[in-house]
């Protein structure tokens, strides 16, 4: 049974840091592209960082850009994400989301909420 269990969500004020994990269970971990995507209210999903299998590559979303890191520990089948320098706009829903090689394969999060507010 493949599962994509995010934590780590929660308010916090601008300027101000978060650490979201995601865990994963179900498939081989080690194998897929993992990517963190967000949606904040009104507006469609957006893709904030991704990380390949073994780690070597990463790639951000200009907006997030020196702000956000993107890493995973495959004996811990886990990706995290962690924030800095968070801003208002940074508020949203976050998902974790798994892609095989192929793209033939992924599996979503059920998302964990972030708000920045003061």
């Known amino acids: 049974q493949v599962q994509v269990v995010e934590s780590g969500g929660g308010l916090v004020q601008p300027g101000g840091s978060l650490r979201l994990s995601c865990a994963a269970s179900?498939?081989?971990?080690?194998?897929?592209?993992m990517s963190w995507y967000r949606q904040a209210p009104g507006k469609g999903r957006e893709l904030v960082a991704s990380?390949?299998?073994?780690?070597?590559?990463?790639n951000y979303a200009g907006s997030v850009k020196g702000r956000f890191t993107i890493s995973r520990d495959n004996a811990k089948n886990t990706v995290y994400l962690q924030m800095n320098s968070l801003k208002p706009e940074d508020t949203a829903v976050y998902y974790c989301?798994?892609?095989?090689?192929?793209?033939?394969?992924?599996?979503w999060g059920q998302g964990t909420q972030v708000t920045v507010s003061s």
């Open positions: 179900g498939f081989t971990f080690s194998s897929y592209t």
């Open positions: 990380i390949s299998n073994g780690g070597r590559n990463t």
């Open positions: 989301k798994a892609v095989n090689y192929y793209g033939t394969n992924d599996y």
